[in-house]
């Protein structure tokens, strides 16, 4: 194994930046450059000194011995001023180093999750830990990344375990008379497996809307203020707005936080009846996008407008530009900015409630796996029900769901996924 070193905090100035060395040379190389190292895990000032003799920092210096660090190698940390100048120079005393060299995106984690510190749907927590932008995905991203899949695999694991057992025993007693029936445990046991896997299944949907974000579309006529209502709720401009009607041919995004949640909000070109070949392609974006959004805000010229879309439950019905107009119904002005906290509060209300729905699962990834494992039980139960003599199918089926269980958390078929997963770290990660 080589000794990797890298950045481990942000680029940029700042008061400190962390430079992680990992692998057997990791004290070796410390020493070259700090001389004496502190204590295990103790922190200690030490001045930085190049091959010239020349000083580059003083810096707090951190050694984590093998067996008990982040990558289970032995690891140091340099904590330095945080300045271009500094790093640059730290870093090139490394690389001079034989047996030292740069890690590559993800390294240190690829490191852990070989070593067995991590398993793969801990390392997917860790990459969107580092990507959390909002509350309820720091959550998220913490309770996955603390073992929380692995932990309720497990528990499916160990019944599964069971059931394959219970079916494989009946399979060498199938000449003679089986002391005891076993099928009421084994299909109390899928059960159990089969309900929890289909709970998971679709409370990862909206996990992974949190992950992702949710989106929610600003429909409505051309000229109702959809653009003028995005920029007052995203603060800033950035939907182009005028009186032309027709002015927003695409779908233009904005991501904001409402409730703790990512939000996209999509301005979609105004729904009207129109010969002009460009904006027609943005209004039939507009229409698919809008359907295909977790819920929709309709922006109204007046209380009893016709809709081109049908509103479902969740969405917002709401009339424009309330300084012009005195409506009873609830309406808001991108104007002069009434009503906008009610609609603020309403879309937030309807997402929290979605929310509560989630799952621990966060990726398409963990859904596949689990819809596989899910199949292969149901299959196992109609085995079951064909009797005795044919459990050696109904265990086969119970261990392809286990199969597809280690899949979930990477215990099988990792190496292809690998690289996908660690290109999306960053360095020094
Ligand atoms: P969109 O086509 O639905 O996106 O509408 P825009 O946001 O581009 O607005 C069209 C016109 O209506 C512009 O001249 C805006 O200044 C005006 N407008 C938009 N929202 C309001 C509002 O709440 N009150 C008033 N009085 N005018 C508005």
Not at 84 to 104: Q, T
Not at 402 to 426: K, Q, T
């Amino acid at each position: 194994m080589d000794t990797i070193f890298a950045l481990a905090s942000a680029r940029g100035k700042a008061g400190v930046a962390v430079v992680r060395i990992s692998g057997p040379l990791a004290f070796s190389a410390a020493r070259q450059l700090a001389g004496e190292l502190p204590e295990i895990r103790t922190a200690g000032l030490r001045k930085l000194v190049g091959q010239g003799g020349l000083v580059l920092d003083e810096a707090l210096v951190l050694c984590f011995e093998e067996g008990s660090s982040f990558t289970r190698e032995s690891v140091v940390e340099l904590q330095l001023h945080g300045s271009g100048a500094v790093i640059r120079a730290v870093l090139f005393e490394l690389s001079e180093i034989d047996g030292l060299r740069f890690a590559e995106p993800g390294e240190f984690t690829r490191r852990a999750l070989e070593n067995d510190c991590m398993d793969l749907a801990q390392v997917e927590g860790l990459a969107d830990l580092l990507e959390a932008e909002t509350e309820a995905q720091r959550k998220q991203a913490y309770n996955v990344l603390s073992g929380a899949l692995g932990s309720i695999a497990e528990k499916w694991r160990a019944n599964l375990i069971r059931a394959a057992a219970l079916l494989e025993a009946t399979i060498d007693f199938a000449d003679e008379d089986v002391p005891v029936d076993v099928s009421p445990e084994v299909r109390s046991l899928l059960a159990e497996v089969s309900s929890a896997l289909e709970k998971e299944v679709s409370g990862s949907v909206i996990a992974e809307r949190i992950r992702s974000g949710f989106e929610v579309a600003i429909i409505g006529k051309p000229n109702v203020g959809k653009s003028t209502l995005l920029n007052a709720l995203a603060g800033r401009d950035a939907a182009i707005t005028s009186e032309v009607a027709g002015t927003t041919r695409d779908v233009i995004e904005v991501q904001m936080e409402l409730a703790g949640l990512a939000v996209t909000l999509l301005d979609t070109a105004g729904l009207r009846e129109t010969t002009d070949t460009v904006e027609a392609i943005g209004i039939e974006r507009a229409m698919s996008r809008a359907q295909a959004a977790d819920m929709r805000v309709f922006l109204l010229e007046h209380e009893n407008e016709s809709l081109s879309i049908q509103p479902v439950d969740g969405d917002v019905l709401v009339v424009g530009k309330a300084d012009e107009r005195n409506s009873t119904e609830f309406s808001v002005s991108g104007v002069t900015g009434q009503g906008l906290d009610e609609l603020v509060s309403k879309i937030s209300i309807t997402l929290s409630e979605r929310v509560q729905g989630a799952g621990t699962a966060t990726r398409e990834r963990h859904r596949i796996a689990m819809k596989n494992a899910k199949n292969a039980l149901d299959e196992a139960r109609i085995e079951i029900d064909h009797g005795a003599d044919r459990s050696e199918f109904a265990a086969e089926e119970v261990r392809t769901a286990l199969r597809a269980l280690d899949a979930l958390v990477g215990r099988v078929d990792v190496e292809h996924l690998l690289d996908e997963i660690f290109s999306s770290f960053c360095l020094g990660k």
